[in-house]
């Protein structure tokens, strides 16, 4: 009796120290983050530490998207939620909030403890309704200057990954590091070739460029849609017209997850041009499914464009 017992406690006492010896590999952080270049400047610190899921869709607009139903079980077990804030991604917000069975463990929010610029187009927008729901006057569009993200969302999700993943926080800290590095290295390519540039005023298609503008001395002179997703009216067109012939704006920047027809208009008018920038890029979208991509991107873009 008594040996026996002693074969099955030495047997058990085996698996514990092969378990302890050998331990199954830990299970990725699960992280949402609202839209695409959250998403991937998230893959790009985890790296495979992390699954990432994006709940913007590819081509869809974040400032009029409505989320599905389905989309609720991908995001259930999420223990990191990354956001912009600042009123843009609502949506995502209350997608979570649905979504949660208990509270989340960590969220990051892009536009933390930075200085928000005032949405610009204020002035320019009486008649489409003055409802601003999507702004409430905080420009969010903070991704779009690489220097706000090296130097504030960068250190922030890496923060919260070390806090959920103690074990792998020097792992992290390497991988924000390099990507820290190549975050300098895209500041420097934009901003030695707008520097070159001979004209530096544009037209958007919302009002999204408004930190890369001011990074690198651009300026977003107004928006054809100053609140994304409601047409604009001809009257307002017929303002945007004469600003542009005013300030010698000739390049209207559309957007390919809006409709380009107020753009096209303007540009007719003032015999300009309709070029796209975009401020989302995504999965599977080429030349544009990653953060660094779609940056690049955007800087031929707007040096093709604004010779
Ligand atoms: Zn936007």
């Given at each position: 009796m008594k040996s026996r017992g002693l074969v099955v406690g030495v047997a058990l006492l085996g698996i514990l120290m092969q378990t302890a010896s050998a331990p199954a590999a830990p299970q990725p952080i699960k992280v949402a983050a609202s839209i695409f270049p959250l998403a991937d400047i998230v893959r790009q610190i985890g790296g495979k530490r992390v699954t990432v899921t994006t709940l913007l869709p590819a081509g869809a607009s974040e400032h009029t998207f409505e989320p599905s139903a389905s989309q609720i079980r991908q995001v259930a077990d999420a223990s990191l939620y990354v956001r912009v804030g600042a009123g843009l991604d609502g949506w995502a917000d209350k997608l979570i909030a649905s979504a949660r069975q208990r509270p989340l463990t960590v969220t990051v929010t892009a536009t933390n403890g930075i200085r928000l610029l005032a949405v610009a187009e204020q002035q320019l927008h009486p008649e489409n309704g003055g409802d601003a729901d999507h702004h409430d006057g905080d420009?969010?569009?903070?991704?779009?200057?690489p220097i706000l993200v090296r130097d504030h969302l960068l250190p922030a999700v890496t923060d919260a990954l070390s806090q959920l993943s103690p074990a792998d926080a020097s792992y992290f800290k390497t991988n924000s590091k390099n990507y820290a590095l190549a975050l300098t290295r895209l500041d420097q390519e934009l901003r030695s070739s707008i520097d070159k540039l001979p004209r530096k005023g544009f037209i958007a298609m919302h009002g999204a460029w408004a930190y890369l503008a001011k990074r690198y001395g651009?300026?977003?002179?107004?928006?054809?849609?100053?609140?994304?997703?409601k047409e604009p009216s001809a009257r307002y067109l017929v303002q945007l017209v004469s600003i542009a012939r005013k300030q010698g704006v000739t390049t209207i920047f559309a957007e390919p997850q809006l409709p380009a027809k107020g753009a096209q208009v303007i540009a007719a008018e003032i015999g300009g041009r309709v070029l796209l920038l975009d401020p989302l890029g995504g999965e599977g979208v080429a030349g544009r499914d990653s953060y660094l991509g779609l940056m690049r991107h955007n800087l031929a873009t707007i040096t093709g464009g604004m010779r």
């Open positions: 420009d969010p569009h903070v991704w779009l200057d651009l300026t977003q002179v107004a928006a054809v849609e100053p609140f994304p997703g």
